[in-house]
Nanobody, 111 residues
């Protein structure tokens, strides 16, 4: 069984930055695929970005150039650095690691 613990969400003004963390523990040796999704009120969950075992990354068009997904293999942790935040980035952010979901963390961007 794999446990994922997210942290780093909160309230930030437009233009600000936040870094989300997703720490994996339990029955996991190393992270193969780490991803971040988000779900805004009344909308479907969408992929924000992902990082593969080879450290290649993919991003949604809406966050390209502003968000960065990275990982620390020694800590089994995946990160989402979010810069130049916009009110439309407001959502619950979920990490997804090798088939397991985190609990979600709320990011609110005020205008």
């Amino acid at each position: 069984q794999v446990q994922l613990v997210e942290s780093g969400g909160g309230l930030v003004q437009a233009g600000g930055s936040l870094r989300l963390s997703c720490a994996a523990s339990g029955s996991i040796f190393s992270i193969n695929l780490g991803a971040w999704y988000r779900q805004a009120p009344g909308k479907q969950r969408e992929l924000v970005g992902k990082i593969s075992s080879g450290d290649s990354t993919t991003y949604a068009d809406s966050v390209k150039g502003r968000f960065t997904v990275s990982r620390d293999s020694a800590k089994n942790t995946v990160y989402l650095q979010m810069n130049s935040l916009k009110p439309e980035d407001t959502a619950v952010y979920y990490c997804f690691v090798d088939g397991n979901w985190g609990q979600g963390t709320l990011v609110t961007v005020s205008s």
